[in-house]
């Protein structure tokens, strides 16, 4: 089993950062792929950046050249670092974690972007 632990969204305005962190209770290693979603208000969950144990990643174009994911394995941490947000970015944002044929979610942090 994986458990995943969100933390570091909050509020900001509108051209504003924020670093989310999505820490696992296993090595990151282990895991094949880590992924952050978001779920606005009355819309689906969307797949917003996702990134393999290897490093590599890849990004959802509403948020390309504006969020980078990264790796600390020594942590078993993902960030997502958030810059230039939009209030469209606000959301619920959730870390899941591929491993064992089997995908574990995070209980989510909120993100509000300001205009």
């Known amino acids: 089993q994986v458990q995943l632990v969100e933390s570091g969204g909050g509020f900001v305005q509108a051209g504003g950062s924020l670093r989310l962190s999505c820490t696992a209770s296993r090595s990151t290693f282990s895991i094949n792929v880590v992924g952050w979603h978001r779920q606005a208000p009355g819309k689906q969950r969307e797949l917003v950046a996702i990134?393999?144990?290897?490093?590599?990643?890849n990004y959802a174009g509403s948020v390309k050249g504006r969020f980078t994911l990264s790796i600390d394995n020594a942590k078993n941490t993902v960030y997502l670092q958030m810059d230039s947000l939009k209030p469209e970015d606000t959301a619920v944002y959730y870390c899941?974690?591929?491993?064992?044929?089997?995908?574990?979610w995070g209980q989510g942090t909120q993100v509000t972007v300001s205009s």
């Open positions: 899941s974690a591929r491993a064992d044929s089997r995908n574990y």
């Open positions: 990134i393999s144990s290897g490093g590599s990643a």
